[in-house]
């Protein structure tokens, strides 16, 4: 559980170069505001705060935003904290298969057995990396 969302989301993001320092400021926000009950929706994480709702949304439909830059400050991150790590550190892993049947299908990849008329969707492979503090 994430104690400070602001600080985590600071952390994670505010390095992040999206062509202007306030796009930073709101993806922060935005992510702080999320990772308080990551099963929220949008709409529900904010808990009534139109503003909050809004430049969400602004920020997540923005073509100037690239999901690559978000990324890479995430992965920046994740590599300056297993850097400053002494402990040992474990690696788990899982693979599974997202399908998805409906029209955006074609867009997707082929999953499973068969290429060719197959399902079709993403495959994610999820990684919790552990240290022997935690």
């Known amino acids: ?49 139109y503003s909050l ?10 073509h100037q935003v690239a999901s690559e830059a978000i990324a890479e400050g995430g992965f920046n991150a994740t590599v300056s904290q297993l850097e400053a790590c002494d402990d040992d550190l ?7 298969s997202l399908p998805f049947p409906h029209r955006v299908r074609a867009e997707l990849g082929p999953i499973g057995r068969s290429a060719r008329g197959g399902p079709r969707g993403w495959l ?10 935690t």
């Open 1 to 49: 559980m994430i104690a400070n969302t602001f600080d985590w989301a600071q952390a994670v993001f505010g390095q992040c170069h999206l062509g202007d320092v306030r796009r930073t400021h709101r993806l922060v926000r935005t992510a702080a505001q999320l990772a308080r009950e990551p099963e929220l929706s949008v709409n529900a994480a904010c808990s009534g705060d």
């Open 90 to 96: 474990l690696l788990v892993m899982d693979t599974t």
């Open 53 to 62: 709702q809004k430049g969400a949304y602004r920020l997540l439909e923005n």
């Open 124 to 133: 994610v492979h999820s990684s919790l990396m552990l240290n022997s503090s």
